[in-house]
């Protein structure tokens, strides 16, 4: 199947700083792109979809200042959580779609951050 | 509103019976459905896709699409602990240009030795 590579797989970091995510489509082209946020015994939340070369489309209520999405190439994408808090302390989860098979999203392997 | 609904269970089943999840989704223009499993603290998997009315089959998996009744279903033959899990349902509608998976809350099975 198709391989979605998501980096770090944990991050530990102090409250303020930032954290950047990348997700790698690495064996097919990925047109579009959608970051999750999953907390503990809950749903994937959608936080926003990005299809290459523009802006992301956030989810109603999520800050786009704050968690600040790039999809500069068709195996690329990277969120970054902007002056993280303890409360942004979750498992993010990539998920990519394109050319390699109808409609299907693969996911990466997700990050778990926690802000201290 | 688009939804998708799954029985969060927990579904219990004992090793080697048949495992049966449901779903149902409110929009009838969607066209392609998918099972993830996802376990405990890690990000979900593709199970099935099915885009057609029927049985498809992959291995101990089935998936079931019934588009009148708008209702897909997922059985698991010969069911092996290590299959305990949450299965998440996820439909793609295609009314208005929507391309984002809507997901059920997901049905966790137990399946005890």
């Known amino acids: 199947g198709a391989v979605v590579s998501q980096h770090p797989s944990w991050v530990i970091c102090k409250s303020g700083t930032s954290v950047k995510i990348e997700c790698r489509s690495l064996?097919?082209?990925?047109?579009?792109m959608f970051w999750y946020r999953q907390f503990p015994k809950q749903s994937l939340m959608l936080m926003a979809t990005?299809?290459?070369?523009?802006?992301?489309?956030?989810e109603q209520g999520v800050e786009k200042d704050k968690f600040l999405i790039n999809h500069a190439s068709l195996t690329l994408s990277t969120l970054t959580v902007t002056s993280a808090h303890p409360e942004d302390s979750s498992f993010y989860i990539c998920?990519?779609?394109?050319?390699?098979?109808?409609?299907?999203?693969?996911f990466g392997a997700g990050t778990r951050l926690s802000v201290l | 509103q688009k939804e998708v609904e799954q029985n969060s269970g927990p579904l219990s089943v004992p090793e080697g019976a048949i495992a049966s999840l449901n779903c149902t989704y409110s929009d009838r223009g969607s066209q392609s459905f998918f099972w993830y499993r996802q376990y405990s603290g890690k990000s979900p998997e593709l199970i099935m896709s099915i885009y057609s009315n029927g049985d498809k089959e992959d291995g101990r998996f089935t998936a079931q699409l019934n588009k009148a009744s708008q209702y897909v279903s997922l059985l698991i033959r010969d069911s092996q602990p290590s299959d305990s899990a949450t299965y998440l349902c996820?439909?793609?509608?295609?009314?208005?240009?929507?391309?984002?998976?809507?997901f059920g809350a997901g049905t966790r099975l137990a399946v005890h030795p």
């Open positions: 064996d097919f082209q990925a047109t579009t």
């Open positions: 998920s990519a779609r394109g050319s390699l098979a109808k409609n299907i999203q693969y």
């Open positions: 996820a439909v793609l509608p295609l009314s208005g240009g929507y391309n984002k998976l809507i």
């Open positions: 990005s299809n290459e070369g523009s802006k992301a489309t956030y």
